[in-house]
């Protein structure tokens, strides 16, 4: 197997964007184009890693209109590996607007699964494409935080902006 992948600079850091022939695999943040990739190459040790933004355009053209306040088009591929759960959870959280917040038990309740929170929080935490699957609007029932792969930090930074965008203008693709 091979990962394209490359780094793309964003308001907030740098992302790592990856992707198989399949569709996209990784999205990670960080401070340093050098420290993603270090870390891209640990997690992926059996893997051939490949620098090339070409494979990537669809998904770059997404992520930077995610920013200046698109949705991200549910169409584009996604190449990541789950359960069952972790799907239901994963397409549930696609569903929560752009601006918008749920709590990890409305999300449990949604997908059938009431005594489910702290799963469904196990499969936020899981999940490896953050932004694509907006993880960073799921928080606590008494309305703080929660964690966030990318830093409480950027899961607040990611929520401001997406306030200040107001509703998103037509899906990016």
């Known amino acids: 197997m091979k990962i394209f992948y490359t780094v793309m600079r964003y308001p907030l850091g740098v992302l790592l964007v990856g992707a198989t022939e399949r569709g996209l695999c990784t999205v990670q943040f960080g401070d340093s184009a050098r420290a993603l990739e270090r870390a891209l190459r640990h997690q992926y040790t059996a893997v051939q890693l490949q620098r090339d933004k070409a494979h990537l355009t669809a998904w770059v053209k997404a992520l930077r209109g995610y920013f200046q306040g698109h949705e991200i088009a549910p169409h584009l591929p996604l190449d990541v590996q789950a359960t069952t759960f972790q799907r239901r959870v994963w397409k549930e959280l696609q569903k929560i607007p752009y601006g918008q917040t749920r709590s990890y038990s409305e999300i449990a309740r949604a997908i059938g699964h009431p005594k489910a929170a702290?799963?469904?929080?196990?499969?936020?935490?899981?999940?490896?494409?953050?932004?694509?699957?907006?993880?960073?609007?799921?928080?606590?029932?008494?309305?703080?935080?929660?964690?966030?792969?990318?830093?409480?930090?950027?899961?607040?930074?990611?929520?401001?902006?997406?306030?200040?965008?107001?509703?998103p203008r037509a899906k990016h693709s």
């Open 118 to 167: 702290r799963a469904v929080a196990r499969a936020c935490a899981a999940n490896p494409v953050p932004i694509v699957i907006p993880c960073h609007r799921v928080i606590r029932s008494d309305g703080s935080l929660g964690g966030y792969s990318g830093g409480r930090a950027r899961k607040r930074a990611l929520l401001s902006l997406e306030r200040a965008l107001g509703q």
